[in-house]
């Protein structure tokens, strides 16, 4: 079996285990189990998730909820799709091609996904050493280059900023397709010149790569490629940056393309599931802060904004009780 086939196989049966039935309902008097597809260990999908899987069992009676470590948002959105996952740690470019049945979900079809919140911003992480004589995208022309795991996010955003500064993601780099903690191992053993990874800052692995002795990690600005991008695909991309103090040896802030992360669902999951979902991710904001920092990021304000998916009605409804919802 294929690497892509093995890790959808292994997800799918994991959460196929925990997911409820497509509407989000349980039987009267069992305990309702919901799964979150969440991402690779050592992100920030994974803690994030582990988060809200821990507030949300804690807070709604009847209700048990499971983050499983997944490839990341391409296998999300088909998860939830399949009705093997009731929630979904999502790129907002990745969601974009689900529900337009594009890209890589040309065989799934058009995903009926909904949003329950934009959470935060993912930065794309270009990682490479001191020593590599990579400082612009373009020096990755030749390089052994990690675009991340197949059915992650990461992969479609590196596969975009490659094409943005005119390289072909196929045959102008040594590509390979390694997930965070395998890229980290790659570049430490000199097996790869640069990984790209999309994710809120600080990544785990990220963050011991940079502590690591003997060898310095260089973030790599990337910000050039936004231009094309924003052509291509539109405002689904912005320019953000790395902090000076994201990683220890950083000497200053990283300008690097941007793009929204969101928790989202099937459209046919229960809408007062989908209510008391949201309603959880705020009412235990401080809970979730103290697992990783991102979730201080999350607002009324900002997770109305920027999906390019439709709300779920539930969530809407809460929105409009909080007077976050303006339409």
């Given at each position: 079996m294929r690497?892509?086939?093995?890790?959808?196989?292994?997800?799918?049966?994991?959460?196929?285990a925990l997911a409820c039935?497509?509407?989000?309902?349980?039987?009267?008097?069992a305990v309702r189990r919901i799964s979150i597809a969440a991402g690779l260990t050592g992100g920030v999908y994974y803690a994030y998730g582990g988060g809200i899987a821990k507030v949300v069992s804690q807070s709604l009676p009847g209700v048990e909820a499971t983050a499983e470590a997944t490839a990341g948002s391409v296998d999300n959105l088909k998860l939830v799709h399949q009705h093997k996952a009731d929630l979904a740690f999502t790129l907002a470019d990745t969601l974009d091609e689900a529900l337009q049945g594009r890209g890589a979900f040309r065989e799934t079809?058009?995903?009926?996904?909904?949003?329950?919140?934009?959470?935060?911003?993912?930065?794309?992480?270009?990682?490479?050493?001191?020593?590599?004589g990579i400082r612009t995208p373009a020096d990755l022309a030749g390089r052994v280059v990690s675009s991340g795991a197949p059915g992650s996010?990461?992969?479609?955003?590196?596969?975009?900023?490659?094409e943005a500064v005119g390289i072909d993601p196929v045959t102008g780099v040594r590509r390979q397709s390694l997930g965070l903690g395998t890229s980290v191992d790659a570049l430490?053993?000199?097996?790869?010149?640069?990984?790209?990874?999309?994710?809120?800052?600080?990544?785990?692995?990220?963050?011991?790569?940079?502590s690591a002795p003997g060898r310095r990690m260089r973030l790599v600005p990337n910000a050039e490629a936004l231009p094309?991008?924003?052509?291509?695909?539109?405002?689904?991309?912005?320019?953000?940056?790395?902090?000076?103090?994201?990683?220890?040896?950083?000497?200053?802030?990283?300008?690097?393309?941007?793009?929204?992360?969101?928790?989202a669902v099937h459209e046919s999951m229960d809408e007062s599931l989908a209510h008391d979902l949201t309603r959880t991710l705020f009412e235990r904001q401080?809970?979730?802060?103290?697992?990783?920092?991102?979730?201080?990021?999350?607002?009324?304000?900002?997770?109305?904004?920027?999906?390019?998916?439709?709300?779920?009605?539930?969530?809407?409804?809460?929105?409009?009780?909080?007077?976050?919802?303006?339409?």
């Amino acid at each position: 079996m294929r690497r892509r086939e093995l890790l959808r196989a292994l997800a799918a049966s994991s959460l196929g285990a925990l997911a409820c039935d497509p509407s989000g309902m349980a039987r009267p008097g069992a305990v309702r189990r919901i799964s979150i597809a969440a991402g690779l260990t050592g992100g920030v999908y994974y803690a994030y998730g582990g988060g809200i899987a821990k507030v949300v069992s804690q807070s709604l009676p009847g209700v048990e909820a499971t983050a499983e470590a997944t490839a990341g948002s391409v296998d999300n959105l088909k998860l939830v799709h399949q009705h093997k996952a009731d929630l979904a740690f999502t790129l907002a470019d990745t969601l974009d091609e689900a529900l337009q049945g594009r890209g890589a979900f040309r065989e799934t079809g058009v995903v009926a996904a909904r949003a329950l919140a934009v959470l935060y911003g993912n930065v794309t992480h270009l990682v490479t050493l001191a020593d590599s004589g990579i400082r612009t995208p373009a020096d990755l022309a030749g390089r052994v280059v990690s675009s991340g795991a197949p059915g992650s996010g990461t992969e479609t955003i590196a596969e975009r900023v490659l094409e943005a500064v005119g390289i072909d993601p196929v045959t102008g780099v040594r590509r390979q397709s390694l997930g965070l903690g395998t890229s980290v191992d790659a570049l430490m053993d000199g097996k790869l010149d640069a990984f790209f990874w999309s994710s809120g800052v600080p990544a785990g692995s990220l963050l011991e790569l940079a502590s690591a002795p003997g060898r310095r990690m260089r973030l790599v600005p990337n910000a050039e490629a936004l231009p094309s991008l924003r052509q291509r695909f539109g405002a689904l991309y912005y320019e953000t940056a790395i902090p000076r103090d994201a990683y220890p040896g950083m000497e200053a802030a990283v300008a690097v393309v941007g793009v929204a992360n969101i928790l989202a669902v099937h459209e046919s999951m229960d809408e007062s599931l989908a209510h008391d979902l949201t309603r959880t991710l705020f009412e235990r904001q401080p809970e979730l802060v103290a697992i990783h920092p991102e979730a201080r990021h999350l607002s009324l304000e900002t997770a109305v904004a920027g999906s390019p998916a439709p709300f779920h009605p539930g969530a809407v409804r809460y929105y409009r009780e909080k007077g976050a919802w303006k339409s």
